[in-house]
Structure formats: structure tokens, C-alpha cells
């Protein structure tokens, strides 16, 4: 067992299943949008898991307009995070995009080759966070529906 970021303990056996392609979990509802008590927009969506008792179990995307081309994903339950990607962020050793998962009890750090790449510059080109978040989902065998709705980060903050 891995101690969350809230202090519980997460159960790494139980979060491999979470992540196991033959049982995929999917998205429940659409990304809604609200502003958090800094300058930082949280995207979040439910998740529906077929086995095991999960509560709040959902996918985050946090951008800040100050930097966003530096923002970060998480797939989370109320006792921490179980995968996360930060883009172009620094985690030494790694310069820039980066994921984080629970390996055998320990977190591990790794450069992902499955993310579209997001320029350092002030402007994010349209479609880069919908498809940074497909990926990001698709690595944690979420399956989108097709009745799920993107909106943009400044749609619905």
C-alpha cells in the first residue's frame, strides 16, 4: 500500500486493476469547469470503475492562465492520485512532460511517448488540451464515450 497525498492509504493492487486494459473504467458526464480559490482552472470528470469500491473517483485537468502551457492531468480517488501527467514541467531528472504512477509500492517518474507536444509559448493552440487529455485518459484505459462533451478550460471557468 502507497500513502496518497491526503494521508490514506492507496492500495497499489487496486489501482493496477483501475489501469488494467481488460477492465476498462469510463468517463461518467462531461468535463465541467470551475475556478479554484487561486487563478487556476480545475476541468473534472467523473469516473465509473466496474470493480471495487472507489469513492470520488475522477480525472482532473488543472490549467493557470498565467503559464498555460504548463498544466497537469490526474486520474484520482479521495485518497490520492493514481496516474498524473504534468506538462512542461521540470521533475528532476526530467526537463519538461513527464507522468508519474505507482510502481510496486514506490512512485515512479518517466518521459511519456504518447502525449501531442505542447509548445512553451503564451498562447495553446486550439485542441491541444482536448487532445493531451484523450491521451492522458486513454494511458489510464478510461474509454470516452461518445455522448462525452469537451469544453476548453475558458468555456466553462
Not at 469500491?53 to 482532473?60: G, H, N, Q, S, T
Amino acid at each position: 500500500m502507497t500513502r496518497g497525498p491526503s494521508g490514506s492509504w492507496i492500495d497499489n493492487e487496486q489501482t493496477m486493476h483501475l489501469v488494467d486494459p481488460s477492465t476498462p473504467t469510463a468517463l461518467e458526464g462531461d468535463l465541467i469547469w470551475t475556478q479554484t480559490e487561486t487563478t487556476t482552472v480545475r476541468g473534472v470528470v467523473a469516473v465509473d470503475a466496474p470493480k471495487g469500491d472507489w469513492e470520488e473517483l475522477r480525472v482532473e485537468l488543472h490549467v493557470t492562465p498565467m503559464r498555460p502551457e504548463r498544466f497537469f492531468a490526474s486520474f484520482v480517488c479521495r485518497a490520492g492520485w493514481i496516474r498524473r501527467l504534468c506538462v512542461n514541467k521540470q521533475h528532476r531528472p526530467i526537463d519538461g512532460t513527464h507522468k508519474h504512477r505507482i510502481v510496486a509500492g514506490a512512485e515512479d517518474c518517466y518521459e511519456p511517448d504518447d502525449i501531442p507536444p505542447v509548445l512553451v509559448q503564451p498562447d495553446v493552440p486550439p485542441g491541444t488540451y482536448e487532445a493531451v487529455f484523450r491521451a492522458f485518459v486513454a494511458e489510464c484505459t478510461i474509454v470516452v464515450p461518445s455522448t462525452f462533451h469537451w469544453a476548453s478550460p475558458w468555456e466553462g471557468a
